[in-house]
């Protein structure tokens, strides 16, 4: 598409404001002497050091513990102490380890999805309304697809083995015995549209024959013929 010459006068503003906002943080940065030697090797490193639940403790006049606490929502914490140390990690920049953090909470916030693959229409919008309820939630998901053999499948478990709270399969061209024994067994496990029988998962699946006779049922409805 044409760019006009508004949208170019636009993108430069946005540009410059950016560029801006990247010094003025660097510049605040070098005075809390949070800075790191720039890396020549990748100069696309701004030197920015991450700020580490200690520094967030010493700005709000805490222990790590009770920072952890608050971010992790282990443990009560008084009001105010909670906005203070809230306060004290925006300041900061401050972002949880991830790791560290499920390590802690023994929860990861994230589900497995396991699924044949992403052509199509259907696969990728079961996909797209588990990911939207995830969220919701705030849970993410962590995909993998194209799982056409036992083998593919275990080494794909395999992989999600510590990183995810939760299963769900979609795995037709599977029956439940190929797959059971590589199972983790204290993670939850849903069936999407797998083969029945021969398990006791939790299991959604969709009537595809009563669907197409509901279907056909209207079209004759409405007239149409064949």
Known sequence: PMMSVN?????EQCLISLIKRIADKRNRFQDEGRLKPINRFYPWDFGI????IRAVADEADVSPATVSRVFNDTAP??????ERILEAAERLDYVPNATARSLSTKKTSTF????????GEYFPEVIRGLDQEAQRHDRFLLLSSSHHTPN???GALRSMYGRVDGLVLMLPQLAAEDF???LPDDVPVVLL??????????????????GGRVATRHLIEQGHER
């Open 7 to 11: 949208d170019a006068v636009n993108d």
């Open 49 to 52: 050091m991450a700020a580490t």
């Open 77 to 82: 914490v008084e009001q105010s102490t909670r």
């Open 112 to 119: 497995g999805v396991l699924f044949p693959y992403l052509t």
């Open 152 to 154: 593919d499948l275990r």
């Open 180 to 182: 059971k024994e590589y």
């Open 193 to 210: 549209n797998c083969a029945p029988g021969g398990h006791d998962f939790s299991v959604l699946s969709i009537d595809n024959h009563e």
